[in-house]
């Protein structure tokens, strides 16, 4: 196991870490899947950009999380991407 792998174990062993990792959790595989659909199309940040209708920066921004998205925004992601925008609730990890 490698030394970050290992100082991030203990530090998952601190609640209150663990829980802001895991609040922060769905935001960032959001932002993951998002990347992941993007270079599966082979879309630049730019080309990405043109198809949702916006600037390059706000994909930037978004993917670099610093870019709190609205919902009519990730529904243009979606769309841009030919993908479905779901939102589910589910039992809170303790």
């Not at 490698?2 to 601190?14: R, T, V």
């Not at 609205?70 to 039992?91: C, H, N, P, T, V």
């Amino acid at each position: 196991m490698s030394d970050l792998n290992n100082f991030f174990e203990k530090q998952m062993q601190n609640d209150e870490f663990r829980k802001e990792y895991n609040a922060l959790a769905p935001k960032y595989n959001l932002i993951k899947e998002i990347i992941k659909e993007r270079n599966a199309q082979n879309l630049t940040q730019k080309q990405f950009a043109d198809k949702v209708g916006i600037k390059q920066s706000n994909i930037s921004r978004l993917e670099s999380g610093n870019y709190n998205p609205s919902m009519d925004f990730l529904q243009k992601i979606a769309q841009a991407l030919g993908k479905e925008l779901y939102i589910e609730f589910r039992e809170a990890k303790v």
